[in-house]
Nanobody
Framework: QVQLVESGGGLVQAGDSLRLSCAGSGRTLSNFAKGWFRQAPGKEREFVAAINWSGGTTYYADSVKGRFTISRDNAKNTVTLQMNSLKPEDSAAYYC?????????????????WGQGTQVTVSS
């Protein structure tokens, strides 16, 4: 059984930073691609960032490029999303996910395992 648990969400002001973490447990999937998605109320889940199995290739949505950084530690089975210069439009529930491939993907349907999400709220 695979379990992904996100942490680090919270309420911040525009321009602040947050660091989200996702810890995996159960079946070892530390060497597969990871992704972060987000979903705001009334909106579809959207891609935020992804990272390949080694951490050598990263993928970002245009809306977060230059502000967010995804990284991973395979030894600890964790993936991190550093979010800087946050905007009110970044407010959403953030989910980490694992894909059973080595390369990342922009599509949520390509990811097999999901966490429960952590809420990020950015006030103006």
């Amino acid at each position: 059984q695979v379990q992904l648990v996100e942490s680090g969400g919270g309420l911040v002001q525009a321009g602040d930073s947050l660091r989200l973490s996702c810890a995996g447990s159960g079946r070892t999937l530390s060497n597969f691609a990871k992704g972060w998605f987000r979903q705001a109320p009334g909106k579809e889940r959207e891609f935020v960032a992804a990272i390949n199995w080694s951490g050598g290739t990263t993928y970002y949505a245009d809306s977060v490029k230059g502000r967010f950084t995804i990284s991973r530690d395979n030894a600890k089975n964790t993936v991190t999303l550093q979010m800087n210069s946050l905007k009110p439009e970044d407010s959403a529930a953030y989910y980490c996910a694992t894909r059973l491939e080595y390369d990342g993907s922009y599509s949520y349907s390509d990811y097999r395992y999901w966490g429960q999400g952590t809420q990020v709220t950015v006030s103006s």
